[in-house]
């Protein structure tokens, strides 16, 4: 790319940030001193703008570079991801989104502690919040970093490094100032450009193809080394034993850790009433499906017309696909209108992990601030200084992400958030569930839900392939490798739930009746709903 148009694409990048920063501005002069309007927006959403942000929210650099990537790489095998993502929010509109939106305030620990003894629950229930939300993060950090290195020529370590730092910069920008109606805004923004311009890359690959989608399978399949086994399972998950497993325990993590994201769950106290996120939820299941379909056509179609050697050279987990497709659509490096596509394509995936980044930010801070810093204080919080917190919990997450990104910055992006949702619904999911079901739930049984499911899950994928042991590894050098699996949800998840039953069963706690049956009669029909 030459000099004129990489300076095309830093001016795409530098207008969205400029257009994000405005918001943040304009937003910021509103009261933000509010814990309702910084935490929900003052929860003056519309069903639909929600429904948008929601997918912003959703359709991170996983979904855009990470899932295009592991489809262009791995054919069959890579359409896992995006079957999974979207299967769970199926999840999501029977089991969480009316129940949160109507026994919540701000976070998934408002929901639990409603009817337990609130300062061990909301302790444990931030703690794997704020686990979840960093490791969520860390797999934006690497996306902004592949696609920035490659917009400026190259895959050095210190364009990356330094685009890391800029990202976490700008996300504590956006939340410490603009707080949940600023991000909402970004998110929806984002959410368009981003649909927009799938669908334009969408109709070009079929059209490169004359709209024959066989043809464009047979040369995907042929470019892609492995012939037809390309489009038949098994290609990643096939070989042996471990690797099936392997694939279980994906999909258990990817259907079920939806409803356990505290950026997701959040995102439904931003609106009025119970019937408000629900019509939010189908709103972004629509927008959701639609873009996991187009995948598919960018995936092969990456591979088909760019071609599996090219797409390993530039970045072996396969995150610049999609700019690297964009290139070749619009004429080649060595022209304008090529140059133009990859610098629209780019700053679309760029927008994408700024507005991720700032909702993930805003969930995590939100649970240090409302639910671990109330809960350690001797005295009440203030709803002010409560506020407060957010904005200093908001920069020093932003700096353990910023960390935490550096180190993984070779990983693929799908897969480090297929472990983030590993987290969730072995810690998270859990305990919202038996909260919301379970008559006899008590606190002892919710906290051993969360640690039972959060600790081992942790320490499962500290001795994985992912840490140590594998040329691909965040530590090639050394080996500490004893599970052989790649995302542990398979064994943390199971042990989440059973840990609640025992804290349960063995806890002298009676439990509170009248508090189930206040949280269930809420719960449905949304009676004493904030």
């Not at 450009?193 to 989608?213: A, E, K, S, Y």
């Not at 209108?337 to 993930?360: K, P, Q």
């Not at 739930?497 to 508090?515: C, H, I, M, Q, R």
Request: contains cysteine; charged residues 10%.
């Amino acid at each position: 790319m030459t000099g004129n148009h990489q300076l095309l694409a830093l001016v795409l990048f530098s207008a969205f940030v400029a257009v994000t920063l405005g918001i943040t501005t304009w937003v910021s002069r509103s009261k933000q001193g509010s814990a309702e309007e910084f935490y929900a927006g003052g929860r003056l959403f519309t069903p639909l703008e929600n429904g948008f942000a929601i997918s912003g929210d959703y359709l991170s650099a996983a979904s855009f570079l990470g899932v295009t990537g592991l489809i262009a790489l791995y054919g069959y095998d890579g359409l896992l991801y995006g079957v999974g993502f979207l299967v769970a929010w199926l999840v999501v509109l029977f089991l969480a989104a009316e129940l949160v939106r109507n026994c919540g305030r701000f976070t998934l620990a408002d929901v639990v502690a409603a009817r337990m003894t609130e300062r061990p629950v909301r302790i444990a229930t931030g703690t794997s919040s704020v686990t979840v939300s960093v490791m969520y993060l860390v797999a934006q950090m690497v996306g902004a970093g592949s696609l920035v290195a490659l917009l400026l020529g190259g895959s050095g370590g210190a364009a990356q490094a330094w685009t890391v730092i800029g990202v976490g910069a700008l996300m504590v920008i956006y939340v410490s100032l603009g707080g949940m109606r600023a991000t909402t805004w970004i998110q929806i923004v984002k959410a368009v450009l981003m649909l927009v311009g799938t669908i334009v890359m969408t109709v070009l690959v079929l059209l490169r193809f004359h709209g024959d989608v066989n043809q464009l399978l047979l040369t995907a399949a042929e470019r892609s080394g492995h012939g037809s086994s390309f489009l038949a399972p098994g290609l990643k998950y096939g070989g042996d034993w471990t690797s099936r497993i392997d694939f279980i325990s994906l999909g258990l993590a990817l259907v079920l850790g939806t409803a356990g994201l505290p950026h997701i769950l959040s995102r439904f106290y931003t609106v009025p009433t119970a019937r408000a996120a629900r019509r939010s939820t189908v709103w972004s299941i629509g927008l959701i499906g639609s873009f996991y379909l187009m995948t598919i056509v960018l995936g092969f179609g990456a591979t088909a017309v760019v071609g599996a050697d090219a797409l390993r050279r530039s970045n072996a987990a396969g995150n610049t696909a999609i700019p690297l497709l964009a290139l070749d659509l619009g004429g080649g490096a060595s022209s304008t209108g090529g140059t133009v596509l990859f610098a629209v394509v780019a700053a679309v995936a760029f927008a994408t992990i700024l507005a991720v980044v700032a909702g993930i930010t805003l969930a995590s801070s939100a649970s240090v601030a409302h639910d671990l810093y109330a809960s350690l204080r001797r005295t009440p919080s203030t709803p002010r200084g409560e506020v407060a917190v957010a904005r200093v919990a908001a920069a020093v997450i932003g700096i353990v992400a910023i960390a935490l990104g550096l180190l993984a910055r070779n990983l693929n992006v799908a897969f480090l958030v297929g472990l983030a949702f590993a987290v969730a619904a072995s810690a998270n999911l859990p305990t919202l569930l038996y909260s919301l079901f379970w008559r006899n739930f008590t606190t002892r049984g919710a906290v051993w839900a969360v640690y039972g499911g959060l600790i081992p899950a942790v320490i499962l994928v500290l001795l994985s392939p992912v840490v140590s042991g594998s040329p691909g590894s965040l530590f090639p050098g050394v080996d500490f490798q004893y599970f052989p699996l790649q995302n542990p949800g398979i064994v943390s998840i199971p042990l989440g739930f059973l840990s609640g039953w025992l804290g349960t069963v063995t806890s002298d706690e009676v439990p509170d009746e009248a508090k189930f049956a206040e949280t269930e009669v809420r719960s449905l029909t949304g009676a004493g709903a904030v």
